[in-house]
């Protein structure tokens, strides 16, 4: 109830009164974000681009925060949003549930990949992957691709299997990922490598780095109209002067690009890769 009171606060939760998508079209738009940091960070990010978007298509756009990774892609395959940032992991698995629609790839600095680090304390005595056998190892949500699925083919590539490891923890957050591991409660962590860097001049070292990943998309629901679909991928792609302010919120460097769904196939192949690790 807590929870729900502060996104009440912060007029996160208007979709609970709404009709699915298709319905009038003067209703609110829905915009859901997984919950990779705290909610106030996630409102500051991201409630300029959908006050962007709302503009562009003209009607009112409500930022939902999902309560889990699992929230996010229920919301956005089964049509109780419109559209989502959402990770390549929880994509692959909206898009095995339904035809949702990638609009646009997240950039960075005009690159269309990120990447996941491994990461220590910087007192640590661990030098290698492999070192990492009999320590204790802290990942974020399960289903996260930067915090749990490639730090654990990382794991997987130095020879190490699960049972290698002291013990493993999903955290959820990439904040209590990283705070764990300054903290000594556990000897290593996986962050998405943009946010390992902030915490470097806190006392963390980063160990190892993965190969690039796919971006996060915006994606839009099944249910959401074409034509309305194509006003936020141009908007994404050719953002005027406003647009340009709100992405500028995501990120001194952030911009979006065209991207296909072929461009999954290997988070696809690493996700069944993993699956008996």
């Known amino acids: 109830m807590k929870r729900r009171r502060c996104l009440a606060a912060l007029g996160l939760l208007p979709w609970l009164a709404l009709s699915p998508p298709g319905a009038a079209a003067g209703r609110p738009a829905v915009f859901v974000v997984h919950p990779y940091d705290t909610p106030s960070r996630l409102y500051a990010r991201y409630r300029p ?31 109780r949003a419109d559209f989502a940032y959402i990770g390549p992991t929880p994509y692959v698995r909206a ?22 680090a ?9 030098q ?89 998309v915006i994606a839009a629901s099944p249910g959401v109209p074409r034509g309305q679909a194509e006003k936020v991928r141009l908007a994404l792609l050719h953002p005027d002067a406003s647009g340009q302010e709100a992405l500028r919120a995501l990120g001194p460097q952030t911009g979006f690009t065209a991207i296909e769904d072929a461009h999954f196939h290997a988070v696809r192949r690493m996700v069944k890769a993993l699956a008996q690790w």
């Open 49 to 79: 681009l959908t006050l962007y978007l709302g503009g562009v298509l003209g009607r009112p756009m409500s930022l939902v925060i999902a309560a889990s990774y699992d929230e996010q892609i229920d919301m956005l395959a089964g049509g």
């Open 95 to 116: 898009r095995a549930r339904a035809p949702v629609e990638i609009l646009a790839g997240e950039t960075e600095g005009g690159q269309a990949f990120y990447q996941s």
């Open 118 to 126: 491994l990461v220590v304390r910087a007192d640590s005595p661990v």
């Open 128 to 216: 290698r992957v492999a070192d990492l056998a009999g320590k204790r190892v802290a990942l974020g949500a399960e289903i996260s691709m930067s915090s749990a699925v490639a730090p654990k083919q990382m794991l997987a590539q130095a020879g190490l299997a699960r049972g290698d490891l002291a013990g493993l923890a999903h955290l959820d957050r990439h904040e209590r990922v990283a705070l764990a591991v300054l903290h000594g409660d556990f000897d290593a962590g996986g962050l998405r490598l943009d946010i390992a860097k902030t915490y470097v001049p806190r006392g963390l070292r980063i160990l190892a780095t993965s190969q690039p990943l796919p971006p996060h």
